[in-house]
DNA sequence: GAAGGAGAGTGATAGCCTCTAACCAACGAG
DNA sequence: CTCGTTGGTTAGAGGCTATCACTCTCCTTC
C-alpha cells in the first residue's frame, strides 16, 4: 500500500480510497477466493456504486494485477530485510515461511494456481525474479564456495532449497497436512536445514542439519 | 469418465452427455482456468440452452466437484498402476510427474490453490487420502526396514518425498522456471532420487542416486 | 471573488453469468 | 394405447463487469 503520500488533498484523497478498496478486496478474498473479488461488492462496502470504483482501477484484472504486485513488494522487502539482518537460507526460510503463514491468501496469489490465459506482467515477473534472486543468493553464498556468484553447483542448490520449501508451505497452507497428525513446522524445519551443501557426499551439511531425519 | 456402461438406452444417453460435458469442461478450463468455466457456454457447445445442463448436473459446483473427484480418481488409478506394476519410488515419482505434465489443471484442481470458505467433501478426502497413502506406502517400503508399516521415521521420510515432488512439480507446472534456463527434470529426478534413506548419513541411498548433485 | 475545468459519483444500460419455475414434447413401460 | 418419467425449451430474477452520459463539487485561475 502507498499510503498517504499524496501532496495536494485530492490526491490523498485519492490514494485513500485506493488503499481501503485494496484492503477491502484481500478481505473479500481471504473469505471466499480471488475468483470471488467483485467490484460490486467492493464498492458497496465502500459506500458507492459500482461504476465509481472505475475512477480507481482500470478493472477487476486492473485491481488484481495491483494486488498481486502489493503482495510481490511485500514479500520482497520481507525477505530483503531479513538478508539485511545478515540471516542466513534457514532464517530466509523462517522469515518466508511467517510471511506465508500471514498471508496464505497473498502467497497462493503469487505461488500458486496459475491462470492459464493470464500471463504476468513484466513489473510482476521482475519482482517475482527479485524474490528468488534473494533466496538464491542466500543459499549460493552459504554453500561451499564454488565460484561465488552463481556456479550451477550453486543453482542448483538453491533450487532444490527453494522447491523443497515451496513444496511443504503450499501443502501446508492448502490444508493437505490436516488430520495426518504432525507438525508441518517441524517438517519445514528439516527440510531448511537438509539442504545447503549436504547431497553428494559432502559431509553432515553446513547449516546444522539438526535432527536429520526420522527424530519425529 | 464413467463410460457408457448403463442397460437402458436413456441411462446410455444420459451416460454419454454427461461424459461430453465433462470433456468439454475440461476444455474450458484448460483454456481459461477454473474460474472460467460456464455452464451456459458449456451447455451452448453442447447444442443446447443452458438450464439443460441443470437436468444432469446440480449447478456449477456439483460440476466442478464431480471433475476433481474424476481427476483424483484418474491419479489414483495411474499411480495404483505403477505401484501394481513394481514401482518403487522413483516409478512412482516419474509417473505422478508424467500424469501432472499430461493434465496440469486436473493437477492443479486437486493440489493448487484452495477455496477458502469451500471444505473439500468426504469422497474427495478419501480419495486424496489414497494418493498420499500410496506414496507414502512405496516410500515407507523403499526405506530402510524399521517397524516395517509406517514407523515415525518413515512418515517424516515419506513426507519430505512428497513435498518435495510437489515442490518441483507445481512450480513448474505454473510457469516459475521459465526463462531460467534449466531443466526441470533433471531437478526432479535429482529430488525423487534424494530422498528415500540417505539423510542422516545412511549412504548413497537406495533408488539410484543418479548425478548427485552439481551436474546440471 | 467569479468562472471554468478536472475529478468524483450517480443512474441507465448492455451483455454475461447462475439458477428456478413453468411449460412442452418425446420416449418407454405397463 | 396410455401415461408417467425424462429431456428440453422459454421466461425471468438477481448478480456480475463494464461503458456512457450526466450531475455536482471542489480547486485553480484569472
Redesign the pocket.
Given at each position: 500500500m502507498a499510503g498517504t503520500g499524496g501532496r495536494?488533498?485530492?490526491?490523498r484523497?485519492?490514494a485513500q480510497?485506493r488503499d481501503e478498496a485494496k484492503r477491502l478486496a484481500w478481505e473479500q478474498i481471504a473469505a471466499a477466493g480471488p475468483s470471488a473479488?467483485?467490484?460490486?461488492?467492493?464498492?458497496?462496502r465502500?459506500?458507492?456504486?459500482?461504476?465509481?470504483?472505475?475512477?480507481?482501477?482500470?478493472?477487476?484484472?486492473?485491481?488484481l494485477a495491483e494486488l498481486i504486485r502489493d503482495a510481490c513488494r511485500d514479500l520482497t522487502a520481507t525477505l530483503r530485510a531479513g538478508a539485511a539482518a545478515g540471516a542466513g537460507p534457514g532464517g530466509l526460510a523462517e522469515a518466508l515461511r511467517a510471511w506465508a503463514l500471514a498471508h496464505p491468501q497473498r502467497y497462493f496469489l503469487l505461488y500458486g494456481t496459475p491462470v492459464p490465459g493470464r500471463e504476468a506482467p513484466e513489473s510482476t515477473r521482475r519482482v517475482t525474479g527479485e524474490i528468488t534472486a534473494v533466496l538464491l543468493d542466500a543459499c549460493g553464498a552459504a554453500g561451499p564456495p564454488d565460484a561465488p556468484g552463481g556456479s550451477p553447483a550453486a543453482l542448483r542448490r538453491a533450487l532444490a532449497f527453494w522447491t523443497r520449501l515451496h513444496g511443504v508451505l503450499s501443502l501446508e497452507l492448502a490444508g493437505h497436512f490436516t488430520g495426518m497428525g504432525f507438525d508441518p513446522a517441524e517438517l519445514y524445519g528439516a527440510e531448511t536445514a537438509s539442504l545447503p551443501g549436504e547431497e553428494a557426499g559432502r559431509g553432515a551439511g553446513i547449516s546444522g542439519d539438526r535432527v536429520p531425519l526420522g527424530g519425529l
Open positions: 495536494t488533498p485530492r490526491e484523497y485519492r480510497v473479488l467483485s467490484l460490486n461488492a467492493l464498492a458497496r465502500l459506500g458507492m456504486t459500482g461504476p465509481a470504483l472505475y475512477r480507481y482501477f482500470a478493472g477487476r484484472d486492473a485491481l
